[in-house]
């Protein structure tokens, strides 16, 4: 059984790798964006270009991240297809793995700031709509409330994701950190119910955004 289900999460995680190949390429747009540098001795107003290097050196930590994770997760899958030789292979996959390990522990802190956030915006948006119902309905109040209701809609399936979300970066710590620790017991088992729940879930997000893009583009 465990076989079986290490041989689905390969699949599912390899098939979601691919599905997301080249996806350091937003971070790298944002660190080549076109900025100058002043330059001292230059007359007012002439500047010259940053060096990429310097821009990637001067980039935000989040964003370098980003694109080190791309890039490396990226290389570790052309190993896994044959395209990469074994040496580049073996050292992408541990160096995509600490970036994975740093990067999902920034994500769980920020699905939790931004569930306070929504959690706020919902209590707020229900407290609004009760008070509303014991007052007597005019048609302004009626419009605020189809309104209110739209947003609370919205909200609830923006929290639902978020939750979706946290459970999957949940998932992905306890895979990953048997990799970055090297931690043997119980390996098998909870690398493949983690890495399996994992992939589904992340399966589940990646249809429900490809979804919605495919009904807005049809409307």
Sequence with gaps: MIAGLQKAYSGLSLSRKCMIMFNWLNPLAT???????????EGKG????QPLLRKILHSPPPVLL???????DDLATFY???????RI?????????????????????EVGVELSI??????????????ETMTIPSLGTTAGQ?????ELVRLRRQQYWSKVQRLKLLMDLIFVSYDVFHLKRYSDIMKTFSGLASA????????????????RSVV
């Design 200 to 215: 589904v879930l992340s399966s589940m997000k990646l249809y429900d955004k490809h979804h919605t893009t495919l009904s």
């Design 80 to 86: 896994k297809l044959g395209l990469v030789p074994r």
């Design 89 to 109: 292979g073996v050292r992408a996959e541990s160096l995509a793995d600490w970036c994975w390990f740093a990067g999902t522990l920034v994500d769980l802190v």
């Design 146 to 150: 189809a309104t209110d209701e739209k």
């Design 46 to 49: 002439k500047t010259r270009p």
């Design 31 to 41: 660190v080549s964006a076109p900025e100058s540098l002043s330059t001292s001795g």
């Design 66 to 72: 980003d694109l080190l994770c791309g890039i490396s």
């Design 118 to 131: 929504i959690g706020g915006a919902i209590t707020e948006i229900e407290s609004r709509l009760y008070s």
